[in-house]
């Protein structure tokens, strides 16, 4: 396949054709989470409160994948733009041989780290054993899901952005069935609750790395992954990690943001821990539409750039940005038609629902405003720019929000964090516009 069409094709459809798909993509892949908690608040409001706990660990383990692989995305883009067809299949090997290992290493630590982890927000007895059942056995699969996602970004950067739709699909639609079956025990399969949900998702994540596979060997790639590619090329291992780990950061932040407000709402009732692990649920809907859309621009950005396009990237990037408003527009007005609806998918509790409610109404405020920051990250990372990046979610997440969070909820309460998330959302809009076009420029 020739990938001259990325520098040739006129800027909307080419943007609309590489990002439908990963916004399909990532809006299936943001319902993983949400069927496990449609269902498993199905067995208690205590599961509902240790999924949340475990949320934050989990989304790490993504992070450190996805954001390792948009360092991979980035580096072969970039090579093959520039025509450098053999640094090309370096990256790609290299980066799906570390995923391996990053794989192996989150398996380990996250697995032996979780009860720890659990004591900083919990003395249930009850809640903890929940959670401990759940992570014991999701993060068994944590090498599938890196390796998985390595494969995605290198499919990703030479434009097969259907493959990557039809794999995640299929995932979603082994989970979404398997969910039920072994949670409840239907038919002749096991009742397993918290461990039902963990396998169902763990099985449904192993099904998308085989599809990947499968779709590599049948439909061959551009690039290519060999064992004649893995000796380490340290100038392009620091071009993997230079995007990959500020974009890991990046990736990462959430979770350490929802830990910190989960410390402060705890303070005020445990019901707010779990409302604020409701709407990160439905939240992730909202934006991984959008980064789904980022995913789709990223390797445009980067072959643009390669190839010294540089009057195509400003055009990617403003494309993009339009439609990212469109779509956190979107997401504003569900939360303020339906948000009762929402989240009762996840709990029957009247008063929780009602604390839901007030939270999402004053939060989703700040939506549309966030489309800049969120493009201007990805924008950055599809050229090869990691720490600028990086910066802009530093302020988005933790120099801006937790210190607000802080100081509003020791005026306003509880709603005080709910406020904070708005106005992050606008300051960091305007830092993340002087940001992008510095380094956009250099």
């Not at 040739?8 to 590489?18: N, T």
């Not at 969910?179 to 192993?206: H, K, N, V, W, Y």
């Not at 406020?419 to 516009?433: D, G, H, Q, R, Y």
Request: charge should be positive.
């Amino acid at each position: 396949m020739n990938q001259t069409f990325m520098k040739e094709k006129k800027i909307l459809p080419l943007v609309l054709s590489m990002a439908l798909p990963m916004v399909i993509s990532m809006a299936v892949n943001s319902l993983y989470n949400i069927v496990d908690s449609y269902f498993v608040a199905k067995v208690s409001e205590d599961a509902m409160t240790a999924l949340s706990l475990v949320y934050p660990v989990q989304n790490l383990i993504t992070a450190i994948a996805v954001g390792f692989g948009v360092g991979i995305n980035a580096t072969v883009a970039f090579h093959l733009g520039a025509g450098e067809k053999e640094r090309a299949n370096r990256a790609a090997s290299q980066g799906i041989l570390f995923s391996i290992v990053h794989g192996i290493l989150l398996l380990i630590v996250c697995i032996a780290g979780m009860p720890f982890f659990l004591r900083l927000f919990t003395s249930e007895s009850s809640v903890t054993k929940l959670a401990l059942s759940y992570s014991n056995l999701a993060f068994l699969f944590a090498p599938f899901i890196t390796v998985g996602i390595g494969y995605e970004k290198i499919f990703q950067a030479v434009g097969h952005m259907r493959e990557t739709m039809v794999s995640m699909v299929l995932g979603f639609v082994t989970n979404i069935v398997l969910d039920p079956l072994l949670i409840f025990g239907i038919g002749f399969f096991p009742e397993m609750g918290m461990r039902g949900a963990a396998l169902a998702t763990g099985i449904g994540q192993t099904v998308t790395f085989a599809v990947y596979f499968v779709f590599y060997f049948i439909r061959p790639l551009p690039v290519k992954v060999s064992k004649k590619y893995f000796a380490v090329d340290r100038q392009i291992l620091g071009k993997l990690y230079a995007v990959g780990v500020p974009a890991t950061l990046n990736m990462a932040l959430p979770s350490v943001l929802i830990s910190a407000l989960n410390g402060i709402l705890a303070a005020f009732s445990a019901s707010y821990v779990l409302v604020l692990g409701v709407y990160y649920k439905l939240q992730t809907f909202i934006y991984l539409t959008a980064n789904g859309l980022v995913q789709g621009i990223r390797p445009l950005v980067g072959y643009n750039y390669g190839a010294g396009e540089h009057g195509r990237v400003k055009k990617i990037y403003l494309t993009a940005l339009a439609i990212a408003v469109m779509i956190m527009t979107v997401g504003t007005a569900l939360s303020w038609l339906i948000p009762a609806q929402m989240f009762g998918l996840f709990t029957t509790n009247p008063d929780t629902i009602a604390m839901g409610v007030s939270a999402l109404h004053i939060i989703s405020l700040g939506f549309i405003v966030s489309a800049v920051s969120v493009t201007s990250c990805g924008a950055l990372e599809g050229l090869g720019k990691g720490m600028p990046s990086l910066w802009i979610s530093l302020f988005r997440y933790i120099l801006l929000i937790i210190p607000a969070a802080f100081l509003l909820s020791c005026v306003l309460g509880a709603a005080g964090v709910w406020w904070a998330f708005c106005l992050t959302e606008a300051v960091t809009a305007v830092i993340s516009i002087f940001i992008y076009r510095r380094n956009a420029r250099a």
